[in-house]
Nanobody, 123 residues
Framework: QVQMAESGGGSVQAGGSLKLSCVAS????????LGWFRQPPDSGNGREKV?????????NYTDSVKGRFIISRDNAKNTLYLQMNDLKPEDTAMYFC???????????????WGQGTQVTVSS
């Protein structure tokens, strides 16, 4: 079982930047799609997709973060990143990283999740 651990969250003012990291332990993740999700406050159990990066480096972003966020991975370090720029109050959420259930998967079914890191953006 792969363990995922996020870090890098915090409180920033609108327009600021943060870089999240997610370290995977227990097995190499190089053949897997990795993703960032977020759960805004008062959203119940709903998590929304932020960005994915598949095993060949192809990226995909939800429309609201395109041009502001950059997802990347360092397979040598088994680490996933999310560079967040021009942050807005509506980006406030708990951010989670996740690992696809299947190697060379289609980023549709995530089976390993971190505990989350909080991002708070004030206006």
């Amino acid at each position: 079982q792969v363990q995922m651990a996020e870090s890098g969250g915090g409180s920033v003012q609108a327009g600021g930047s943060l870089k999240l990291s997610c370290v995977a332990s227990g097995s190499s993740t190089s053949r897997y799609c990795l993703g960032w999700f977020r759960q805004p406050p008062d959203s119940g159990n709903g998590r929304e997709k932020v960005a994915f990066i598949d095993s060949d480096g192809t990226t995909n972003y939800t429309d609201s973060v395109k041009g502001r966020f950059i997802i990347s991975r360092d397979n040598a370090k088994n680490t996933l990143y999310l560079q967040m720029n021009d942050l807005k109050p509506e980006d406030t959420a708990m951010y989670f990283c996740a690992l696809d259930r299947y190697n060379y998967g289609s980023c549709l079914d995530f089976g390993s999740w971190g505990q989350g890191t909080q991002v708070t953006v004030s206006s």
